[in-house]
């Protein structure tokens, strides 16, 4: 709905399309969109102006109660209709603002974003920050999880799964499963998945994300990935959030469940979401220059910056336990803070398929899909600026085969942390870079340290685990 840009364009949509139901929507501070609902007669010119009030204490990570009132400001432009509810419903995207003040909210992770892009530009080194995220995910057909006093454990199924080539009680079974790491680009009958992906495909370009690909990945059981075209900062943080409330819905309808857990099954490969970046000035890409890999010296700079914040990154754009059973070394997994162009073990690859100057980008191969957006896009883009503006150095490439490296040199190349709590403490140690421009906050910082630790590493750490008991009952 790009033509859609003002109060008076929503009011118009929804008398035209006979729009029954306006649904708000924003994010929480860990990364799960909310939302609630009022009847479209209800909804006027003015309300995108002072905005619709509700209680953010009830909000993860947000007020505390005696300071519970806040407001949502629905965005004009964001607004898409509905593909899943019965009744018409246009959906919008929503700021947070202070009812008090008139401020925007500095937890609101939408408002960061925004900060961000505003930070670019009045840095003067660009307009524009380009963000190509591929977020993989598993499609599953079951899933059953508990955990309390007495016991612990998961269990996963897919039709899909490797460990069902014996499976007895499917109506017939045809023997056509995924191999564990061989489900990259196999056709069907062994991709099972296809329609349902490019159900996912064709509804997302629908309601205006702009789709490249579709296609199985690496693991079994139903790995996926869907491919969007790259766009601003926090257009492309809105359009993932699109992406995942999709691709989980269009699942349900099947009977399936989706997950972006980056590491749900053990032994085979997990679900990253390599994300690529690219400044943007009056038109043209900076990042374009006869430099290595064919990158300027302002693109190497910003890759400088990615890596030497990189673990601070991390604790937005791997911000879960589960993250780190993915970022694991020995494997492909992205854990070494070195550029290369072709090794995919290296935290940062620049993609060589074409030599068009437009297409100059680097991808920084850490991320995974388990992430807020809008703070994961932010504390990217931070560091690229960062390095940019101190002309730090990206180090020598990478491009010798990982595995055939002796050790002595290999523990010279620095690596991503080895838990969320380590990336946590990074983050404490290394935030200055995120404060420029009142983008993150100290209270931010702190609040997302806090939450994390408490809530996760803490938690998880009390826990016993399923397999410490076949590692110890016996003893």
């Known amino acids: ?60 990570g947000w007020q505390a109660i005696n300071e519970s009132d806040m407001l949502v400001k629905p965005v004009p432009e964001t607004a898409f209709i509905d593909p899943f509810f019965n009744h ?11 009812p008090i003040t008139g401020e925007d909210y500095t937890r609101d992770p939408r408002n960061i974003a925004r900060k961000t892009e505003a930070y670019v530009k009045s840095t003067g080194i660009a307009d524009t920050i380009f963000i190509g995220p591929e977020a993989e995910f598993f499609i599953f057909d079951d899933i059953r999880f508990d955990q309390n006093q007495h016991e612990g454990y998961y269990h996963i199924d897919s039709n899909e799964g490797a460990w069902n080539t014996g499976k007895k009680d499917e109506p017939t079974n045809l023997g056509y499963k995924i191999k564990y790491k061989e489900g990259y680009f196999p056709v069907p009958p062994n991709d099972s998945l296809q329609d349902i992906r490019s159900e996912m495909m064709l509804i997302l370009e629908e309601i205006g994300v702009k789709i490249e690909a579709q296609h199985h990945e690496v693991a079994t059981a139903g790995q996926a990935e869907i491919d969007m075209r790259f766009s601003p900062l926090l257009e492309m943080a809105d359009k993932l959030l699109k992406y995942k409330y999709v691709i989980k819905n269009v699942a349900k309808k099947y009977g399936k469940t989706v997950t972006f857990m980056p590491k749900p099954l053990y032994g085979d490969n997990g679900s990253g979401m390599h994300t690529h970046l690219s400044l943007w000035k009056s038109g043209a890409n900076t990042f374009a220059g006869d430099g290595y890999g064919g990158l300027s010296e302002t693109a190497l700079h910003a890759i400088g910056g990615i890596l030497k914040h990189a673990p601070a990154i991390l604790a937005f754009s791997n911000p879960t336990t589960n993250s780190y059973k993915r970022l694991v070394p020995g494997y492909e997994a992205p854990v070494n803070l070195a550029l290369s162009t072709r090794n ?16 100059k980008r680097f991808e920084f191969r850490c991320p995974d899909p388990s992430c807020n957006p809008y703070l994961a896009f932010s504390a990217m883009t931070m560091a690229v600026i960062d ?5 730090l150095s990206p180090g020598q490439p990478l491009d010798k085969n990982i595995y055939d490296l002796p050790p002595e040199e290999l523990k010279s190349v620095p690596k991503t942390p080895g838990s969320l709590g380590e990336s946590l403490q990074a983050l404490a140690e290394d935030h200055e870079f995120l404060l420029k421009g009142d983008v993150f906050t100290k209270d931010v910082i702190e609040t997302w340290i806090n939450y994390k630790m408490e809530n996760e590493v803490e938690a998880m750490a009390l826990r016993p685990h399923p397999y410490e008991f076949a590692l110890y009952y016996d003893m």
Not at 53 to 58: A, E
Not at 91 to 97: A, R
Not at 346 to 352: E, G, L, S, T, Y
């Open 344 to 359: 995919r073990s290296a935290a940062v690859r620049i993609p060589m398929y074409s030599n068009n100057p437009k297409a």
């Open 88 to 98: 018409k419903t246009l959906n919008l995207i929503c700021n947070i603002c202070d």
């Open 1 to 60: 709905m790009s033509d859609i840009k003002t109060a008076k364009d929503i009011m118009a949509l929804i008398a035209k399309e006979k729009i029954q139901v306006v649904d708000f929507r924003f994010m929480d501070f860990p990364g799960l969109w909310q939302h609630f609902s009022i009847p479209a007669t209800e909804l006027e010119e003015d309300t995108f102006e002072s905005g619709l009030g509700f209680d953010g204490s009830s909000i993860r």
């Open 387 to 391: 390095g940019i503006q101190n002309k």
